[in-house]
């Protein structure tokens, strides 16, 4: 890739590195259609630092590039000097996993319409198809208690994600975390894919549940995937996708 990197002189290489895997990020989940107006988050932690990357309030996810990333504090304090705000109703929840589990170091939360269909459903995520198969008993699920998340609220959100790395959040939407932003990625796509086919499943009545014997054979073929490189192969092949529609996001 020719593309001249612009690199931020105060920011260390992994920074750098940090702020082009999250524009990056940013730039497929706007290309497969999993943004929300200039809305939602995925925030990535800077490594080694106790500070955090979020998308600039009011642009939309196709215009993130590594630049103009927000670098805040747990709290939400800007860190960079950067001229944008930082949509703190949105971070405070993300804020609550970074804090407080120290392994979430990349969380994404949407509210594409199937994954938001299968939150406002009583069964939730069902195992009726291949992708949901994958997360049956790897899901916690949060009551809805309105838009804006009050600190004695995140205390019942790690109690309702448990060990888990995915909290539906009912009424609303998923939360999906991972070690890696690669790991975050691929968890959530199959997450969308199997909330997708729910959704269509639904349409057409009478879908077949999954017996826990066949679930059980599929999670421990699961189980051999979940190696630190899980979702890596994935991440870049949409990096080189979004790089041949515009490149900027690497400045
Ligand atoms: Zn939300």
């Known amino acids: 890739?020719?593309?001249q990197l612009k690199h931020k002189p105060e920011c260390s290489e992994a920074e750098w590195k940090a702020r082009q895997d999250l524009a990056a990020a940013y730039r497929i989940f706007d290309h497969l259609g999993w943004c929300e107006s200039i809305y939602n988050h995925i925030t990535l932690r800077v490594p080694d630092e106790d500070a955090f990357l979020i998308n600039p309030f009011g642009l939309l996810w196709s215009e993130v590039t590594a630049s103009n990333l927000v670098k805040v504090d747990s709290e939400g304090n800007k860190l960079d000097g950067s001229p944008h705000w930082v949509n703190l109703a949105g971070f405070t929840q993300h804020s609550?996993?970074?804090?407080?589990?120290?392994?979430?170091?990349?969380?994404?939360?949407?509210?594409?319409?199937d994954t938001m269909a299968v939150c406002s459903s009583e069964e939730g995520l069902t195992p009726t198809n291949f992708y949901s198969c994958f997360f049956e008993g790897a899901i916690g699920y949060h009551d809805f208690e309105g838009i804006t998340v009050r600190g004695e609220e995140g205390e019942r959100l790690l109690r309702n994600l448990g060990n888990h790395r995915i909290l539906m959040l009912r009424n609303h939407g998923p939360v999906v975390m991972g070690e890696t932003l690669p790991e975050m990625f691929l968890k959530y796509y199959m997450l969308q894919r199997a909330c997708e086919i729910q959704v269509k499943t639904a349409s057409l009545g009478n879908p077949i549940r999954v017996p826990p014997?066949?679930?059980?054979?599929?999670?421990q073929d699961r189980d051999k995937m979940l190696t630190a490189a899980f979702g890596v192969l994935d991440f870049e092949a949409w990096k080189r996708k979004i790089d041949k529609i515009d490149p900027s996001w690497r400045e």
Do not use: D, G, Y
């Open 1 to 3: 890739m020719a593309t």
């Open 96 to 113: 609550v996993f970074h804090k407080e589990l120290p392994w979430a170091h990349a969380i994404v939360h949407t509210h594409t319409p």
């Open 213 to 219: 014997e066949v679930i059980e054979v599929h999670q």
